[in-house]
C-alpha cells in the first residue's frame, strides 16, 4: 500500500464518545500534519510533528490531543467534542527539506 | 515570513472555456509554490509545483502555471475546462527556510457549466 491512508471513511459520534482518527503514511516522510477544514472557512493547521515531536500546536482545544508514535504512524484523539468539530479531518506527510505535501483522503467527522 | 493570497473564491466557466485560476505569493526569498485540487470530500491531490529552472510548469489533467516573479503569481490555466475539472484548488507557497512548510490560500471553487 503506497501514499497517506486514513481511517475511518466517515465516523458520527456522541458529544460524549472518545474515538481516534488514525493517518498512515508508506512514504518515508519524516513530518506529518493535522488539518481540519471546515464549510466555507479554509484550511486550519492543526498539529505539525516533525521527526515524531510535536513542533506545532495552533491553539487547538484540548478535547483534540494528537500521538505520534513512530513517523509513519499519527493519530488524534478525541473526546467530548462539540457540533461544531464537525468537519473534515485531513492528514498529510511530507519529508523535511522536501517539496510538497503528499494528503490522505480525510474523515468526515460529524458530531451530534 | 510567506503567503498566498487566491483571486476569487469562486470562479465560474462554461465546458470549453478558458480556465484561469489566479494566485499571487509574498516570499522573503525564493519560494516553492504548487496548486492542488480537492475534489468533494476528498483530500488534496498535488497538480503540479514549481521549485526551480522553467517557469512555465505542466501538470496532470492538462493544466499548467506560470511562475513571474516580476509579479509574484503563479497562475493556473487549462485551454478547454471540463466538466470534471469543477473542483477546490489550492495555491501553497513554501521556501527553503522554512523546511517543507507550506503556507495554503483559501482555495478557488471552480464550476464548470455545460
Known amino acids: 500500500e503506497t501514499g497517506v491512508t486514513q481511517t475511518p471513511r466517515h465516523l458520527v459520534m456522541g458529544m460524549t464518545n472518545k474515538k481516534s482518527l488514525k493517518c498512515e503514511q508508506h512514504l518515508g516522510h519524516n513530518a506529518m500534519y493535522w488539518y481540519k477544514q471546515s464549510a466555507k472557512k479554509p484550511l486550519e493547521l492543526m498539529f505539525v510533528y516533525s521527526l515524531e515531536e510535536r513542533v506545532e500546536n495552533n491553539s487547538v482545544p484540548s478535547r483534540f490531543s494528537p500521538e505520534c508514535p513512530n513517523s509513519s504512524h499519527l493519530f488524534l484523539h478525541l473526546h467530548t467534542l462539540q457540533p461544531e468539530d464537525s468537519a473534515l479531518y485531513l492528514c498529510a506527510s511530507s519529508q523535511v527539506g522536501g517539496h510538497g505535501y503528499t494528503f490522505g483522503s480525510g474523515t468526515r467527522l460529524t458530531v451530534v | 515570513a510567506q503567503s498566498v493570497t487566491q483571486l476569487g473564491s469562486h470562479v465560474s466557466v462554461s465546458e470549453g472555456a478558458l480556465v484561469l485560476l489566479r494566485c499571487n505569493y509574498s516570499s522573503s526569498v525564493p519560494p516553492y509554490l504548487f496548486w492542488y485540487v480537492q475534489y468533494p470530500n476528498q483530500g488534496l491531490q498535488l497538480l503540479l509545483k514549481y521549485t526551480t529552472g522553467a517557469t512555465l510548469v505542466k501538470g496532470i489533467n492538462g493544466f499548467e502555471a506560470e511562475f513571474k516573479k516580476s509579479e509574484t503569481s503563479f497562475h493556473l490555466t487549462k485551454p478547454s475546462a471540463h466538466m470534471s475539472d469543477a473542483a477546490e484548488y489550492f495555491c501553497?507557497?513554501?521556501?527553503?527556510?522554512?523546511?517543507?512548510?507550506?503556507?495554503f490560500g483559501e482555495g478557488t471553487q471552480l464550476t464548470v457549466n455545460p
Open positions: 501553497a507557497v513554501s521556501q527553503e527556510t522554512s523546511g517543507s512548510r507550506l503556507t
